[in-house]
């Protein structure tokens, strides 16, 4: 139920087999001056905002290579890491970033794990994977990676228009590496205050959120409750950052949770402050430290107002989360 809380991300979403009947989309490219790899074109830019990218030729095709534009300065990157990662695109047919992850949602990259591509983007992401050096690749690092799509991806290839790429095009993909997500809270356990729910688990992570014996909350209450369980050690969330989180919510009363991250294989990822989320995420989340463990208890003003969401958040329903900040940037 991630789409009750943020936007879908839906150029990443589809599927390639959906997608392998188009048709070649570049084609039509002008002809000019061609130069290979990184000749023919230039990244630059700060880390953690989309790239600058200039091309001064179109690609020749050729073999896939790569470089490292700025070499970070935060923790290495080990073996089974989760990176949070934001990527961009540009092709050097459009020659503009025809594909971002910035300013909405980046992706998570399991470092030396292998898996079948069942979206598009994992074609991208897979070889960004390939670029990361456990040991020795740190927090902080930006490459690229220039590419012909046919060559890279033979067939493949005709699924990339979703990206802005033609079947014929060379591209330039360009990944920031923001941040490692912890693998749960981390930091000082505080004890949970009178109003919260009892958090159901098992084998360590919530399950449910039983607020049975609480006062029924005011359905017309403004205020945001809010509990620090776990109180981290890690950085401050920032407006307008991006941060990976589990969490599981429940409405007061409720036999079941609307939603639990925890029941997924990866954390999620959200931008955070900016309205991307419910309010009450939104004024939570934004200045806590990362390791966190948060409950929140939402008043319907907050959260999904008179209107509800669905079948399983009537209106008028307060909320509650438990949400652990695994990492932001």
């Known amino acids: ?3 009750r809380l943020t936007r879908p991300t839906a150029l990443t979403a589809v599927s390639l087999c959906a997608l392998a009947v188009l048709t070649a989309c570049g084609d039509d490219s002008p002809e ?3 130069a290979s790899g990184f000749d023919a ?5 700060p880390v953690g905002e989309v ?3 200039d091309w001064s030729a179109m690609l020749e095709p050729g073999e896939t290579e790569a470089q490292v534009v700025e070499e970070g300065d935060g923790a290495v990157i080990e073996d089974g890491d989760k990176v949070l990662t934001n990527l961009a695109i540009s092709n050097d047919f459009g020659q503009d970033i025809s594909f971002d ?4 949602q980046g992706v998570l990259l399991e470092v030396g794990s292998e898996a079948e591509p069942a979206q598009v983007v994992d074609l991208m992401t897979q070889l960004v994977k390939d670029e990361i050096e456990p040991g020795t690749t740190t927090v902080g690092t930006r490459v690229a990676i220039v590419a012909d799509a046919e060559e890279e991806f033979g067939d493949l290839a005709l699924n990339l228009s979703s990206l802005g790429i033609g079947n014929e095009d060379g591209f330039v993909l360009v990944a920031d590496f923001e941040a490692v997500a912890l693998d749960g809270p981390e930091g000082k356990t505080r004890p ?5 729910p009892e958090i159901v688990q098992e084998k360590g ?3 449910a959120l039983d607020s049975s014996g609480l006062p029924e909350p005011d359905p017309k209450a403004t205020e945001l409750g809010k509990a620090v369980l776990v109180e981290g050690t890690g950085p401050v969330v920032e407006k307008g950052q991006q941060i990976v989180a589990n969490y599981i919510g429940q409405v007061y009363g409720a036999k079941k949770p609307f939603d639990s991250g925890y029941a997924r294989p990866d954390p999620a990822i959200f931008e955070i402050g900016t309205g991307a989320v419910v309010k009450g995420w939104d004024q939570g989340l934004v200045g806590e430290k990362v390791g966190s463990r948060v409950l929140l208890e939402i008043p319907p003003k907050l959260g999904y107002g008179k209107k509800g969401q669905g079948e399983d958040i009537p209106g008028d329903s307060t909320l509650y989360f438990v949400v652990d900040i ?3 940037a």
């Open 101 to 104: 992850t910035y300013s909405d």
């Open 205 to 207: 992570k919530p399950t």
């Open 51 to 53: 790239p600058e990218v």
């Open 32 to 34: 000019g001056e061609t």
């Open 41 to 45: 074109v230039e990244v630059s830019g």
């Open 1 to 3: 139920m991630l789409s």
């Open 192 to 196: 949970a205050p009178a109003w919260a």
């Open 326 to 328: 695994l990492a932001a």
